[in-house]
């Protein structure tokens, strides 16, 4: 992780290292005032995004974590008094509740001020559960919750003769249940969703040019045919062509590419993309809707939709406690009402549908979940949705986007030649006087490589940058030009055959080549590559050593992606893909019955990481990769990937021993309720049953712990 924090102090004003501040929306970027702004026209409303983006699986849609908190403290405060005034509880406990006029009202009052503010969003919940006939978690709360409710005020207006006065069940039910869901969206931390940060891209105005000068107008009031000024440092409002001026622009949010691209009059340009260095006007062509970057959004939207409808593990079991009791509670009903005793029946009945329910898995999981984030973040692994972590360990084949996640992202020296054959040394040292004063990143790497081999630089004089062909400096009274097949083009030179058989080569490779030349002699060239980096050579053996395929995408040339799966024992290469086809291939890949995990970094990679069953976006890329993906590595060392894989295999282990606990209890108490042994004179009494319900939670809050000795450190990845 160190090695890129330098990113995050002094951006430099081009290239890799800029994608980080560029990219994050409440930061002011010159001329375009605060970009963090919800309020662009073709952004999804709010409420139809909260279907889905809050945690991918509608149970808390539009739920927020301190709404779980608030419930839960209020309800856990008149829990209190309803526990301590219930009758078989101060019997439990061999106290008299104190009896004063009225004291009886206490639990059936505040006890359905519980069951509505508490349980509201269980009984909301339930209701979609029923209405998409998926039930889960929140029906089988509900139902507890809502026959305690029932049984209860029958036995408190003494309709019925019953003795079902579950205040107390239903009060702690609601509470343990709050805590749960608190517990579990806090250690997730809900998403801000993908699509407000593909809005924030955009700026909030454009400056357009009219007759009498320029005007600074909303974006949503461009229309095609407008021409607006883009100045130096400033994000394109709108897709367009230049009119005017020529300027490096940083595309990498929609390539992924950290290169810069020289565009000039007639280019296209799209919005959301950086002028780094000049002033440009630019005549629109597309808004809103139309720009390629609401097409990614629509995209990102689509993918985010078809992942969404999974059922995590807690809710297949709540399924199964759901119908097991629903049948429990008919059998038992028919058969007490054969054996003649109607009240019998209903109070057996009830008592089962009740305690169905089991406190425990309301923290079996959420505590697994909030200790398994906590381990992860300690990685530098940030779980955003917990779909992610259980899905992880069936993954059968990881995707890796290639620039900036196998590789640096940056350009690095790799190697040198000169037209005579010898005395590389001095070219880098004079490539290095030449390119000192420039910021450009091809610049920051060849003085980078001469000092990492400790050359003493000449002294250069009168710098000054070409652009897009190079830049020049007076050396020792000889003008010095460092640049690449445009500068050679210009000044008409060709290299010499010794020269060109190694650049020749080097372009192969896919290696971008500058050429030295004094006057208008051609001294050599240096080839600069984007390094692989280091870890991800052990990422790759570790993942497949695990049974898992390793595969890589990128826009970059076949040969180059080639090369760098040959180096890195690479599975699958998918070579020259567009941005737009990334997503294409992970549905490609799912459709041969793969399980895809993507990890990438750019906005051209949310499509895809929203497509996968698991989205893991780097760390130094851009906010919305890493709002579209469940998991996002806060370094950018590839080794983290097998945190994850480790981590879902063991917490998911202790999910499935909680579950066991939590179900186990009900498995067994459930027929005692429904009175199976009541022949022999074995009947479990709602007070017996609620001692039962404390030890298999407390057991399995204890048994979440465990998870705290997994070793989940990248650096010692094996």
């Known amino acids: 992780m160190a090695e890129h924090d330098h990113h995050h102090h002094h951006p430099s004003p081009v290239g890799e290292a800029d994608r980080d501040d560029s990219a994050v929306p409440s930061r002011k970027v010159e001329g375009t005032g605060p970009a963090a702004h919800q309020h662009h026209g073709h952004v999804q409303g709010r409420e139809d995004r909260d279907d889905h983006a809050v945690h991918s699986h509608g149970q808390h849609a539009g739920h927020s974590t301190a709404m779980f908190k608030d419930r839960f403290w209020l309800t856990l405060a008149l829990s209190v008094p309803v526990v301590y005034f219930s009758p078989m509880f101060g019997h439990l406990l061999g106290y008299m509740p104190p009896e004063f006029p009225g004291s009886a009202w206490i639990p059936p009052v505040l006890g359905t001020v519980i069951f509505l503010y508490g349980g509201m969003p269980f009984l909301k919940g339930g209701l979609n559960e029923l209405k998409s006939r998926q039930p889960g978690m929140m029906l089988l709360i509900s139902m507890a ?21 579950f205040w107390w069940e239903l009060a702690l039910l609601v509470a343990i249940m709050l805590l749960g869901h608190w517990i579990e969206m806090r250690a997730l931390g809900s998403a801000q969703g993908a699509l407000d940060a593909l ?15 320029v005007e600074t107008v909303s974006v949503s009031d461009l ?27 940083d595309e990498s949010m929609i390539t992924g590419e950290s290169k810069t691209v020289t565009r000039s009059v007639g280019d296209p340009v799209v919005a ?22 609401a097409g990614i959004q629509r995209l990102v939207a689509e993918a985010q939709a ?15 406690l759901f119908y097991f009791a629903t049948i429990a509670g008919v059998i038992t009903f028919i058969a007490w009402t054969l054996l003649g005793s109607l009240p019998e029946a209903v109070t057996r009945m009830v008592t089962v549908l009740v305690i169905a329910c089991p406190h425990a898995l309301g923290l079996a999981i959420p505590l697994v979940i909030a200790i398994s984030t906590e381990q992860a973040a300690r990685a530098g692994v940030l779980i955003k949705d917990r779909i992610a972590l259980e899905r992880m360990r069936t993954i059968d084949v ?49 003085v980078r490589a001469a000092h990492h081999k400790g050359l003493q630089l000449p002294n250069a004089t009168g710098f000054t940058s070409m652009t897009g062909r190079g830049v020049r400096a007076t050396i ?24 060109a058989a190694a650049t020749r080569e080097w372009m192969g490779r896919g290696a971008a080549v500058l050429h030295v030349i004094d006057g208008d002699r051609i001294l050599g060239a240096v080839s600069l590559e984007d390094a692989i980096r280091p870890e991800s050579r052990q990422a790759v053996a570790a993942l497949q050593s695990r049974g898992v395929m390793v595969a890589m995408i990128t826009g970059d040339a076949t040969q180059v992606a080639t090369a760098v799966g040959a180096e890195l024992n690479i599975d699958e290469v998918f070579a020259e893909v567009l941005p737009a086809d990334k997503d294409k291939k992970v549905a490609e890949l799912q459709a041969r019955g793969l399980k895809v995990a993507m990890v990438g970094d750019g906005v051209n990679d949310s499509p895809a990481l929203a497509r996968a069953e698991v989205g893991i976006a780097i760390g130094a890329g851009t906010d919305v990769a890493m709002e579209s993906a ?37 498995v067994i108490a459930v027929p005692l309720a429904a009175g199976v042994l009541a022949f022999a004179g074995i009947v479990l009494s709602p007070a017996a049953g609620a001692v039962l319900m404390s030890v298999s939670t407390i057991v399995v809050a204890l048994n979440a712990q465990l998870l705290r000795r997994v070793k989940l450190n990248p650096s010692q990845v094996r």
């Open 199 to 213: 809005a924030a891209l955009l700026p909030d105005e454009a400056e357009r040019i009219t007759d009498t000068g």
């Open 398 to 446: 990881v995707l890796f986007d290639k620039t900036g996640t196998l590789t640096k992202g940056e350009p690095e020296v790799s190697s040198t030649a000169t037209s005579d054959g010898d005395g590389t040394d001095d070219l880098l040292a004079l490539a290095a006087a030449v390119e000192s004063d420039s910021e450009h990143p091809v610049a920051r790497a060849i």
């Open 272 to 293: 959301g993309t950086v002028a780094t260095d000049n002033t440009v006007r630019v005549t629109v062509t597309a808004v809103g809707d139309d720009t390629a970057l």
């Open 476 to 499: 020792d009274g000889r003008t010095v030009q460092v640049g690449g097949p445009a500068l050679l083009r210009e000044l008409r030179l060709t290299e010499p055959e010794s020269l």
């Open 630 to 666: 469940g998991v996002i590595l806060a370094g950018n060392d590839p080794r983290a990937v097998l945190s994850m894989v480790d981590l879902s295999r063991a917490s998911y282990a202790k999910m499935w021993q909680n579950l066991v606990w939590a179900t186990g209890y009900n």
């Open 145 to 165: 919750i809502s026959v305690a409710f029932a049984a209860s005020w029958a036995t408190s207006l003494r309709i019925g003769n019953f003795d079902l006065d």
């Open 223 to 249: 229309r095609t045919g407008d021409k607006v000024l883009v100045r130096s440092g400033a994000r394109m409002p709108a897709d367009g062509t230049i009119a005017e001026g020529q300027a490096e622009f």
């Open 306 to 320: 078809s992942s969404s409808k999974a059922q995590a593990l807690a809710d297949r079991a709540a399924a199964f």
